[in-house]
């Protein structure tokens, strides 16, 4: 006989973490299942510098930045240049994120228990059009803690479900299809995958050991996105867009971010959309110290850097580093290679020079104000002076 519970959610990561955290408060009982093992959970936030766009912050006030949610309108629409038929949902899902960004998000994850790094960070910021691409004000909340501090609230409120019996992890659970009865989904049907030793992040194996089907009344699909799998990448590239795609990539994600749950989603009769509307960051280097394939970390630049492409042109506004990551991807593109040139001085490497992610900028993650100041006076980053000494071992100072 299969277990039976309220509801279903496939993936075990932030946006999984919160469907049962809101599912549980309501009294609901809830499966949630990942192909992964226990030291996974949370997904790929973990690895995140766990940067929250929030509009009109005291965060933001204290920095004397004007920002409201008509502003935060006109960019995620001048952003997105919402022109297609599908588009209508994800137009309304801006439209709710912003409402929510700019209304009691802030409060509903303060009460939680996170807080924010006074200094808000500029993502983004495009083409300086009023109605074009970017952020027109900065709205990076980094989270105290990073990635850490992003799904620690979530993850405590999901072990406490669980002991009060709401809530039943399925661990090193894959599943392979969406069980339907009359037209709707009623459950799950996937493999017990053996379990692993694996630290988080690595790769882990998908070897099988059993069965299993579980149903519910609603389940919910939260199982990210395809960044791990460059071949899904490549095949659903907009080569129309962004030119042919590049030879060589790297993954700012996990091995798990494989995409196969949206194939499995499809085959039951989702609608999946806009699959080749995708983010790719083009400041991007290899880790000198991989946790998964491909191991890519991104370089979060100021503006000060030269940047030319493969030919030694400089790059045409927007493209500058941290303004327009796809306006610069599709000139990289059109050069028909498939790296650019940095250059620049030891002094802006240590004024503006940062890594992406929890485990490259320790200070943040270690939610002590010691560590945060103490890493200011390095002058270089941490992280940067690792990812120095490893890969060019070269004669900087410090
Ligand atoms: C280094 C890094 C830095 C980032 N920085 C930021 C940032 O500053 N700000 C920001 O907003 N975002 C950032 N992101 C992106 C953000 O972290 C992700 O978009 C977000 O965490 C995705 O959450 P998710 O729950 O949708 O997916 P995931 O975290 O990928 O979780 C999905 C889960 O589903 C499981 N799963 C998949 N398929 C199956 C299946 N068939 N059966 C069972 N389980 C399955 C997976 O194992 C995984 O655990 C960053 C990401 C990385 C990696």
């Not at 939680?112 to 960070?121: A, D, E, I, S």
């Not at 791990?228 to 990448?233: D, I, M, S, T, W």
């Not at 790297?250 to 085959?267: E, L, N, S, T, Y």
Request: charged content about 25%; overall charge neutral.
């Amino acid at each position: 006989m299969a277990e039976i519970a309220d509801v279903i959610i496939v993936g075990g990561g932030l946006a999984g973490l919160v469907a049962a955290y809101e599912l549980t408060q309501r009294g609901k009982r809830v499966f949630v299942l990942d192909q992964e093992g226990e030291n996974s959970l949370g997904g790929q936030a973990f690895w995140s510098l766990g940067g929250l766009c929030m509009v009109d912050t005291p965060e933001q006030r204290r920095m004397r930045i004007k920002d409201s949610h008509a502003l935060a309108l006109q960019d995620w629409m001048g952003s997105a240049q919402f022109d297609r038929e599908e588009d209508y949902w994800p137009r309304i899902w801006a439209e709710n994120y912003l409402d929510f960004a700019s209304g009691e998000m802030r409060s509903y994850l303060y009460d939680l228990g996170m807080r924010w790094f006074p200094v808000v960070g500029w993502a983004e910021r495009g083409g300086a059009f009023a109605d074009g691409h970017g952020n027109s004000v900065p709205r990076f909340h980094v989270t105290w803690g990073t990635g850490e501090g992003i799904i620690e609230p979530f993850v405590l409120r999901a072990q406490e479900a669980a002991r009060k019996g709401l809530l039943t992890f399925k661990f090193r659970h894959q599943v392979s299809k969406l069980i339907i009865k009359n037209g709707a989904v009623t459950g799950v049907k996937g493999e017990v995958l053996e379990s692993s030793t694996v630290k988080r992040g690595e790769q882990s194996s998908r070897n099988i050991i059993g069965d299993f089907e579980f149903h519910a009344q609603s389940v919910i699909v939260s199982s990210g996105g395809i960044g791990g799998n460059l071949e899904l990448v490549k095949k659903n590239w907009p080569t129309k867009r962004l030119g042919k795609a590049p030879k060589n990539m790297i993954a700012g994600v996990p091995h798990h971010v494989d995409g196969r749950m949206i194939g499995i989603a499809k085959k039951a009769g989702a609608n999946a959309i806009n699959e080749d509307r995708m983010w790719h960051y083009t400041e991007g280097v290899k880790n000198f110290d991989p946790i998964w394939p491909s191991h890519g970390i991104r370089i979060l630049p100021g503006p000060s850097s030269m940047w030319f492409d493969a030919e030694g042109s400089r790059m045409p506004a927007p493209c500058m580093p941290g303004f327009d990551t796809l306006g610069t991807l599709k000139h990289i593109l059109s050069t028909g290679y498939d790296y650019s040139w940095f250059v620049l001085t030891q002094k802006i490497i240590e004024k503006e020079f940062a890594l992406s992610g929890s485990e490259q900028n320790p200070d943040l993650t270690s939610k002590k104000w010691i560590e945060v100041i103490t890493s200011k006076n390095l002058g270089f980053h941490p992280s940067i002076l690792r990812f120095l000494k490893e890969e060019f071992s070269p004669p900087f100072k410090n």
